[in-house]
């Protein structure tokens, strides 16, 4: 199985913040990863795709890159609705993996 | 939009088997792959499988083979989702979500999710 890694677990930032988030995969990918963001309760929403396509409602503070093993998302100031759990999602091959998460919260 | 209505909370003993019901609106229900997603309480996500509607072809985690069964009825477009032998790590939020991209290619990734089903494994 694909494993994916995700640092950091968890951070604190400010609104207006820059906020990079960083998933490893443990064998190339290709662009085959996906971003999404969960709010307590809620289900989780998908925000990036294909590494770097902002899906449709996403905000464009939003934005991913990356191919291979290595992928980063970025949000560019932090708005007190970005505050919530990012997970990466490989979708290569059949087999999916997610990483364990990282929580943005408040400083 | 599409909307996935999941069946409600189960409380079930060890050993016993759940099913998982997700009713899906539109008339694309055979066009997409319809996955199960599950949440342990305060953990991260586990992907656990998905179907194809169209045909029934099915592919499982490994960890979870010989133990999930997905299957779907296309005349009242739903997926339903059975866990056998259930242990107390089972217990979770199971969610399905209907794939980004049509079956006619592959899986690409979770767009429409339900809104999950709470399974408490617990004698």
């Not at chain 1, 064998?27 to 902002?54: C, F, M, V």
């Not at chain 2, 599950?38 to 194809?52: D, S, T, V, Y």
Request: hydrophobic letters at 35%.
């Amino acid at each position: 199985d694909i494993q994916m890694t995700q640092s950091p677990s968890s951070l604190s930032a400010s609104v207006g913040d820059r906020v990079t988030i960083t998933c490893r995969a443990s064998q190339s990918i290709s662009i085959n990863l996906n971003w999404y963001q969960q709010k307590p309760g809620k289900a989780p929403s998908l925000l990036i795709y294909a590494a770097s396509r902002l899906q449709s409602g996403a905000p464009s503070r939003v934005s991913g890159s990356g191919s291979g093993t290595d992928f980063t998302l970025t949000i560019n100031g932090l708005q007190p609705e970005d505050f919530a759990t990012y997970y990466c999602q490989q979708s290569y091959g059949s087999l999916w993996t997610f990483g364990q998460g990282t929580k943005v919260a408040i400083k | 939009q599409v909307h996935l209505v999941q069946s409600g909370a189960e409380v079930k003993k060890p050993g016993a088997s759940v099913n998982v019901s997700c009713k899906a609106s539109g008339s694309s229900f055979t066009v997409y792959y319809m996955h199960w997603v599950r949440q342990a309480p305060g953990q991260g996500l586990e992907w656990m499988g998905w179907i194809n509607p169209n045909n029934g072809d099915t592919n499982y985690a490994q960890k979870f083979q010989g133990r999930v069964t997905m299957t779907r009825d296309t005349a009242i477009n739903t997926a339903y989702m059975e866990l056998s032998r259930l242990k107390s790590d089972d217990t979770a939020v199971y969610y399905c979500t209907r794939d980004f991209g049509a079956i006619a290619g592959i899986p690409m990734a979770a767009w429409f999710w339900g809104q999950g089903t709470l399974v408490t494994v617990s004698s």
